[in-house]
């Protein structure tokens, strides 16, 4: 059973930065793609950015393009999202997923493309 512990969120200003990482147990990460997702009150669970299994390709929304960046690391079972130039829109529970099936495009980006969920990680941007 993959067991997926999001941390590193927190309360920043806007125009600052956060590290969210994900850390896995259970199942090693190397053989699935791997997603960011966020949820804000009263929205529906949005993608944020999914990474290959290999590591060769990565998507983002459109709204944090060039702002956000996800990377894993497969010897320590763990993927990160670098947050850059937050912004009050960004607020939300974020949250990292393993897709369901090994070895899938990282195209793949809808949530029910994603069998695993970690428990999410607060992220709040004020003005």
């Known amino acids: 059973q993959l067991q997926l512990v999001e941390s590193g969120g927190g309360l920043v200003q806007a125009g600052a930065s956060l590290r969210l990482s994900c850390d896995a147990s259970g199942r090693t990460l190397s053989r699935y793609t791997m997603g960011w997702f966020r949820q804000a009150p009263g929205k529906e669970r949005e993608f944020v950015a999914t990474?290959?299994?290999?590591?060769?390709?990565?998507y983002y929304a459109d709204s944090v393009k060039g702002r956000f960046t996800a990377s894993r690391d497969n010897a320590k079972n763990s993927v990160h999202l670098q947050m850059n130039s937050l912004k009050p829109e960004d607020t939300a529970v974020y949250y990292c997923a393993a897709h369901r099936i090994p070895y899938r495009s990282a195209g793949l980006k809808g949530v029910a493309d994603f069998g695993s969920w970690g428990q999410g990680t607060q992220v709040t941007v004020s003005s």
């Open positions: 990474i290959s299994w290999d590591e060769g390709t990565t």
